[in-house]
């Protein structure tokens, strides 16, 4: 069955420090994958998508991630980590047929000072 | 506006009564989902509108669920006889076709006392 998990429910970085945020997907053929954020009460917001082509994208707010297929893995990734970026994240994917996201269960991003 | 608009956005009624929730989708977007979110969970697909076609109702959870649109724009959400378990934010997301990106509205916070 076509799957997306999120091994990482909670994780806590330092203000500054890197990110990486981690994302697998069980599906028969390559599926399109996307990354969205939310902040408490609000929607998504789109950070970036994968549909084909090259493997690293890069998305809003200075976030980039990686499909590597080998590894059926697609991490987000941000270089220095702003106190804003605290929120919820969530990885999803739909196959070629496009229709219905599947969502990873999410995790949540906390920033220290 | 630009957005997805969600209405209202708060909802808190009795268990057994009855509940509508409205989507007003991006202009010119032809395709429509709406998704559950649990508290602390991940998102869960209901049901999906794409133009003309009969709609994916896959995943709606019982009979006491129900959705409708009109044309390429509006959707209602209809919740039947609520029960407490159907306290969660109903979010609603549009796109321009079946297998482009989704953009969401800020949801709607459905409590069921």
């Known amino acids: 069955a076509q799957s997306v998990t999120q091994p990482d429910i909670h994780i806590t970085v330092s203000e500054g420090a890197s990110l990486e945020l981690r994302c697998n997907y069980s599906?028969?053929?390559?599926?399109?994958l996307f990354w969205y954020v939310q902040s408490p009460g609000q929607g998504l917001q789109l950070l970036l998508k994968?549909?084909?082509?090259?493997?690293l994208v890069q998305g809003i707010k200075g976030f980039e991630a990686e499909f590597k297929r080998s590894q059926s893995s697609f991490n987000l990734r941000k270089p220095s980590v702003h106190w804003s970026d605290a929120a919820e994240y969530f990885c999803?994917?739909?196959?070629?047929?496009?229709?219905?996201?599947?969502f990873g269960q999410g995790t949540e991003l906390s920033v220290k000072p | 506006g630009a957005g997805v608009s969600q209405s209202p956005s708060n909802k808190v009624t009795e268990k057994g009564k009855d509940v509508e929730l409205r989507c007003d989708p991006i202009?010119?977007?032809?395709?429509l989902y709406w998704y559950r979110q649990r508290l602390g969970q991940g998102l869960e697909f209901l049901i999906y509108?794409?133009?003309?076609?009969?709609?994916?109702k896959s995943g709606l959870p019982s009979d006491r669920f129900s959705a409708e649109r009109t044309g390429e724009s509006v959707s209602t959400l209809t919740i039947q006889r609520t029960q407490q378990e159907d306290s969660a934010v109903y979010l609603c997301?549009?796109?321009?076709?079946?297998?482009?990106?989704?953009?969401f509205g800020d949801g709607t916070r459905l409590s069921i006392l």
């Open positions: 997301a549009s796109s321009l076709g079946s297998n482009q990106p989704q953009h």
């Open positions: 599906y028969g053929a390559t599926p399109y």
């Open positions: 994968y549909f084909s082509g090259d493997t």
């Open positions: 999803a994917g739909f196959g070629n047929q496009g229709g219905k996201l599947i």
């Open positions: 202009s010119g977007h032809t395709a």
């Open positions: 509108f794409q133009g003309n076609s009969a709609p994916d």
